[in-house]
């Protein structure tokens, strides 16, 4: 099975710039970290060339492991003055670490670091030693001043969670400017949808089975962002067998484990989107819910381990449960009662 997927990788990629229907161009490549795979209706090769280029200058600006990043040099001198895309970023993601009670914190990189989330060498850390990370995380310390941006120096930001939410955003926009409507980006999971296919019917998004293969349901969309977290996608797991993922709770300083296994976000905005499936999936089930009923731009599917699927109200209509879906489908309602 991993052989064929490698297989059909290779091809997605040997295929590179190329059309899947008369009038779709596609072309998928490397960044960030993940596979993305831009699908437009309508343009050229040198248009997607151009998302590839403005992508990968993301990348050099919020990367968090290139010596010369503005992350990195915020990181390492406590101090940067930002280009508009990192202001803007860090601005926007800000409003998110305050929107959900710190869940989202974009400063929890020791933290991660310490976890081997960012490296590769894994180790379980006592809860003392991420209490003591979780000490160091406090997005309110980044701050603006008229000299730039400024953090304490034993402090470190990481944007692993906004930012190819961001970069969906940037594209779209970029794609707009360009006069194409139609367009299906993934960035490795953060899916975009502009407009409809090109029969004119809106775009599926398959949502993966957080606990198994496949795909457990199909949601239809039209301009908006799915974007999807879990700690499935990168994890680790210590000699008992137990699994620690990636998506840390600010709180402890330790892998979140609050009984969900997958939190899908859909709205309008990429960055909203991604930003929020990692939070929420910090929150937890009751947290996740409260915090929907207390907004109205985003909508979302909450897979729980003890086999839930929690949809909310606004996206009833649209997902469609596969037959084997193994989970047991409850609508979320506005009101309790
Ligand atoms: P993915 O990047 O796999 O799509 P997410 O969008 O949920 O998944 O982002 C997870 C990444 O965000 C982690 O790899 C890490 O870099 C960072 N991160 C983990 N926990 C948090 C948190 N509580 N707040 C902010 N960033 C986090
Ligand atoms: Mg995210």
Redesign the pocket.
């Known amino acids: 099975m991993k052989r064929l997927c490698l297989l059909l990788l290779s091809l997605t990629l040997f295929l590179g710039a190329c059309e899947r229907v008369p009038g779709e161009q596609s072309l998928s490549f490397f960044a960030m970290d993940t596979y993305m795979d831009l699908r437009i209706i309508g343009g050229d090769a040198a248009l997607l060339a151009s998302l590839k280029e403005k992508t990968e200058a993301l990348e050099a600006l919020f990367s968090v492991t290139r010596e010369n990043s503005e992350i990195s040099v915020l990181n390492r001198d406590g101090h940067v003055i930002p280009s508009e895309d990192t202001e803007a970023i860090l601005k926007k993601a800000l409003a998110l670490c305050e929107r959900s009670g710190g869940?989202?914190?974009?400063t929890?990189y020791p933290a991660?670091l310490a976890w081997g989330?960012t490296g590769g060498s894994f180790q379980v850390l006592s809860p003392a030693e991420s209490q003591e990370l979780a000490a160091k995380t406090d997005y309110k310390k980044l701050v603006f001043t008229e000299k730039g941006l400024e953090l304490p120096g034993d402090m470190a930001v990481?944007l692993?969670?906004v930012a190819?939410g961001y970069t969906a955003d940037v594209l779209a926009r970029m794609l707009q400017e360009a006069g194409i409507q139609q367009a299906l980006l993934d960035l490795?999971?953060?899916i975009l949808a502009l407009g409809t296919k090109t029969d004119g019917s809106p775009w599926q998004i398959g949502l993966r089975d957080p606990a198994g293969e496949g795909i457990i349901g199909r949601l239809s969309a039209r301009d908006e962002a799915v974007v999807t977290?879990g700690s499935y996608?990168?994890s680790f797991q210590d000699a008992a067998g137990r699994r620690y993922g990636?998506?840390?709770?600010?709180a402890t300083g330790r892998p979140a484990e609050s009984g969900l296994l997958s939190v899908t976000v859909v709205g309008r905005e990429g960055l909203l989107c991604?930003g929020l499936?990692?939070a929420l999936?910090?929150l937890g089930e009751e947290g996740a819910i409260a915090l929907w009923r207390a907004s109205s731009d985003f909508e979302m599917i909450l897979i729980s381990e003890d086999g839930k699927m929690l949809i909310s109200e606004g996206l009833q209509d649209r997902f469609q449960p596969g037959e084997n879906c193994p989970y047991e489908k409850q609508i979320i309602k506005r009101n309790e009662n």
């Open positions: 869940a989202l914190d974009i929890i991660l989330f990481d692993g969670a190819k490795g999971g953060n977290s996608e990168r990636h998506i840390l709770d600010p991604d499936s990692t999936f910090v």
